[in-house]
């Protein structure tokens, strides 16, 4: 395994700018629902089972608005893979379409989340390390580590954490 320099716990490479986002987009003061979106295809070219394992892309989000073109405004937490790497970014705010991603599956994280624990989850997410390429580690098990890490904070019963990982792997058991 090759040793990466200059890459800090997330996966940033030094000197190297992140990804940018809609940045006009305020956080609503207002509980909303968070999400827990997979998306089983998001380019790759294998049958619609195998997309449905371990290579389906997972990330956290929740709709802020409307954007001016009508695609929907949506904070996401997800890590993405660089190029022989994972890397967490932060939370970034990007127009979305759910209509041009038809089998993406979306489970309520929870149905009302307050701000302020929106805030927290995204605390949370942002801080979110990631672990070296060969672990066989991935974006599902950081969404999964994020949500733990909620429940343990108290944002999330150990209910709602059972019932999004039972739901999650029966999903893409069955589909």
């Not at 940018?20 to 049958?47: A, D």
């Not at 449905?52 to 608005?65: E, F, K, S, V, Y």
């Not at 009302?112 to 974006?139: C, K, Y």
């Not at 999964?144 to 999330?156: H, K, T």
Request: hydrophobic letters at 40%; proline letters at 6%.
């Amino acid at each position: 395994m090759a040793i990466l320099f200059g890459i800090d716990k997330f996966g940033r490479p030094s000197g190297r700018p992140g990804p940018v986002g809609l940045l006009f987009y305020k956080e609503p003061t207002h509980s909303l629902p968070v999400m827990l979106i997979i998306c089983p295809s998001c380019g790759y070219t294998r049958s619609r089972t195998a997309q449905l394992d371990r290579t389906a892309h997972w990330m956290l989000g929740w709709n802020l608005g409307l954007t001016g073109s009508g695609n929907i405004a949506q904070r996401r937490f997800h890590i993405i893979a660089e190029d022989d790497h994972l890397a967490n970014w932060g939370g970034l705010v990007v127009a979305d379409n759910p209509e041009a991603h038809p089998d993406r599956i979306y489970i309520t994280v929870k149905g009302n989340m307050t701000f302020e624990q929106r805030q927290v989850l995204a605390e949370i997410a942002d801080g979110m390390p990631v672990h070296r390429p060969g672990s066989g580690w991935n974006g599902q098990d950081w969404c999964l580590e994020v949500l733990e890490e909620a429940s343990r904070r108290g944002i999330l019963t150990v209910e709602d954490l059972q019932r999004i990982t039972h739901l999650a792997s029966s999903l893409m058991a069955h589909l």
